[in-house]
């Protein structure tokens, strides 16, 4: 079965009140409260997005958002009461979308929810174009991106930033611009818009340290070179 979204946490009580407030709201939810549990869940089901809590009974949010990453690439949003910025830095390092820190609200953990589906599945439409800089090449029809060739494997997040700056190529984008029009997102912090530019040079540039696509602009934001 298909489900909106899957929450990791060994916190019943809490898992289960999330779950209640989505399934209000519209957003088929399911809970799993260890590593196992969730393993488990994605032997004869699917989910659109995962909520992951670091601290898990079993075993750590971190081990298994590795083992998960090795199939699944929905978006994979942390929660959790650990607040320092070592922790969201590993959380992005290692495929994670986002980081929300306990406690929350309910309805602003939806409205976060909402705003990486929506973008996750308009990022799934096909169109027929490619966008082709240099050896790098952005199948947007297919949603797949090439470098000299072969296959660079991205989050949905590094995608569509990716996209977003490809598509507006040569063009000084502002860091609040990239929230609002790739996170959809007040909340998100320059911590992890940085992680996701990082990444996207180490898996895109062949120096990651003199990046040749992804160019910073000192005290305004980013810009994609096109003529790369």
């Known amino acids: 079965m298909k489900y909106s979204v899957l929450i990791i946490d060994d916190e019943k ?3 289960e009140s999330v779950a209640e407030y989505f399934d209000m709201m519209g957003l088929t939810s399911r809970c799993a409260f260890s590593s196992a549990e969730a393993l ?23 081990s ?14 942390f ?25 929350f609200s309910l309805n602003v953990l939806y409205a976060k929810v909402k705003a990486v589906l929506k973008r996750y599945e308009s990022s799934g439409k096909k169109t027929d174009e490619c966008l082709v800089f240099g050896d790098l090449k952005i ?12 296959e660079v494997v991205l989050t949905a997040m590094e995608y569509k930033l990716l996209s977003y700056l490809a598509v507006n190529s040569n063009k000084v984008i ?8 790739v ?43 096109a003529e790369s």
């Open 64 to 77: 298994l958002c590795k083992t998960l990453r090795e199939t699944i690439e929905v978006p994979i949003l």
């Open 183 to 225: 996170w959809d997102d007040s909340y998100v912090t320059d911590g992890t818009l940085n992680v996701h530019i990082r990444h996207l040079r180490e898996k895109l540039e062949d120096d990651p340290n003199d990046p040749v696509f992804i160019k910073t602009a000192r005290g305004r934001g980013y810009q994609f070179r």
């Open 174 to 181: 502002g860091k609040e611009e990239i929230f609002d029009n």
């Open 139 to 150: 199948d947007t029809g297919a949603g797949i991106v090439y470098k000299k060739g072969q």
């Open 40 to 62: 488990d869940f994605f032997k004869e089901n699917d989910a659109a997005l995962i909520l992951l809590d670091i601290n898990l009974g079993d075993s750590s949010g971190f």
């Open 13 to 15: 009580e809490l898992a």
């Open 79 to 103: 929660i959790s009461a650990r607040s320092s910025d070592d922790d969201m830095v590993v959380a992005l390092n290692i495929g994670g979308d986002d980081y929300i820190t306990k406690p």
